[in-house]
């Protein structure tokens, strides 16, 4: 089989061989002869499965003869979740036009950066903008995107989506969109929110979903090492140092972790970075770009980079700190062993994370052995003072959506009226009883002078 057979035009197959695609994956297979028939699409697939290419592809084909867009107006939309996977997305649409007979257009669009390049930008109108839903809605308000003309649209990691607090954002994008167009859904897992846009959006549409099985390829070798929590920097040194300059993929629980741990490694002589929420994008952008390029060893990253940053041939990933959610596990992990290449995932595994990493185990059915490295043993006990392991592991929770914090906001704000009202109505009881009692007193003065 190949791309060619599934539809596409024989221009794709000459950019796609630049990049090693030889034949299309499962999901190409089965999504890109439906969605060139303009069918609605529902796919169950996983970061690392060739899903961008999946509807990228069709839709360029499709886009072949669409012309005549006015200022502002759009005709492929693609939302995403994170603005390393807008940009992703976008280069891969770049990648793949290298040779379309056409100018096409094509715009990512993101919060961190200018919104005023951007509206520039849609001066003449774009053909594919892959967007987050916040900036897309900052630039509609501007009335800088109109969305009256979208043909086609895809969610892409809608669970990410409303995971991360998007549900009300993408209520008010979708209303701006028209009646009649092409729905295009992938979603690694589907939780009910999932299933209330699926009702929503799609009509008779076509169902693919990937085997389970798949997530994890064979050459991916995982090693959860027992690990006292002081020294998980000394043994990831210890790891850094033996792989003979190999990149590692570094993840870890908060911002203020990942700039420690990276400040640690460059004194030692590490060329590391960071690549979390409170850096600009455009150094967001600097770091991931050095470590695609090789030119930094060790990326140290939050859960920002667990899904949608493709690192082709990345050999190793470590989980400094376990992620809360026991999806992202897989998440994190495949972020190795991608298209074929062996790969080694380390997890850390200390005292407090014994249970969890019990649950991680659990819920991805997974078959391994933990080890530990001679001369970085965990203690048989846990240290006096560290917080016993809870039977039940932290679970990742939803971020309240901007309604929430307005009603929760609105209801702090009551109450405080409500208590300054009850403030003034005893200081008023107090203020009249003290007249009523120095008026009494003030009479009772009166009579005995007379």
Request: aromatic residues 6%; charged residues 25%.
């Amino acid at each position: 089989m190949s791309f060619i057979s599934l539809g596409l035009s024989g221009f794709f197959q000459r950019a796609l061989d630049e990049r090693g695609y030889d034949t299309p994956t499962d999901i190409q297979a089965q999504a890109i002869p439906a969605v060139l028939e303009g069918r609605d699409l529902l796919a169950a697939a996983e970061t690392g499965s060739g899903k961008t290419a999946a509807f990228v592809l069709p839709l360029l084909e499709k886009l072949l003869d669409h012309e005549g867009l006015r200022s502002n107006q759009v005709a492929s939309l693609v939302l995403v979740p994170t603005r390393e996977l807008a940009v992703q997305v976008e280069e891969a649409v770049k990648a793949y036009t290298a040779y379309y007979p056409r100018r096409i257009k094509s715009l990512a669009v993101y919060g961190g950066v200018s919104i005023n390049a951007q509206m520039q930008a849609m001066k003449g109108g774009c053909d594919l903008m892959v967007a987050t839903p916040g900036r897309l809605i900052d630039l509609m308000e501007k009335n800088a995107v109109q969305l009256d003309q979208v043909q086609h649209l895809v969610l892409d990691e809608a669970d990410r989506m409303l995971d991360l607090g998007f549900a009300e954002e993408l209520q008010q994008v979708l209303s701006a969109l028209p009646v009649q167009r092409q729905n295009l859904l992938f979603s690694a897992t589907f939780p009910s929110e999932v299933d209330a846009l699926i009702d929503r959006l799609l009509f008779n549409p076509v169902n693919i979903e990937i085997e389970r099985e798949n997530k994890l390829p064979d050459t991916l070798i995982q090693r959860p090492i027992e690990v006292d929590k002081e020294q998980r920097t000394a043994l990831l040194r210890h790891l850094i140092g033996e792989m003979n300059g190999a990149q590692f993929l570094v993840f870890v629980a908060s911002k203020r972790t990942a700039d420690n741990v990276t400040g640690k490694l460059k004194k030692y002589g590490f060329s590391a970075e960071t690549l979390h929420g409170d850096k600009a994008q455009k150094e967001r952008n600097r770091s991931l770009a050095a470590f695609k390029s090789g030119e930094i060893q060790v990326l140290i990253a939050t859960d920002l980079a667990a899904r949608g940053i493709d690192i082709p041939q990345l050999p190793f990933v470590v989980n400094y700190d376990l992620p809360r959610s026991p999806a992202d596990y897989v998440h994190r992990i495949g972020r190795t062993a991608r298209a074929g290449e062996v790969g080694t995932a380390f997890s850390f595994i200390d005292h407090e994370s014994d249970a969890h990493f019990k649950l991680i185990v659990k819920r991805n059915n997974l078959d391994i052995t933990r080890e530990q490295i001679a001369g970085f043993e965990r203690s048989a006990e846990a240290p006096e003072g560290t917080a016993p392991a809870k039977g039940q592991p932290p679970v990742k929770g939803k971020r309240k959506s901007k309604k929430d914090k307005l009603r929760e906001a609105a209801a702090r704000e009551q109450a405080a009226q409500n208590s300054t009202s009850q403030s003034s109505d005893k200081r008023k009881t107090a203020n009249q009883n003290s007249s009523d009692k120095g008026g009494s007193i003030w009479a009772k003065a009166t009579l005995k002078r007379r």
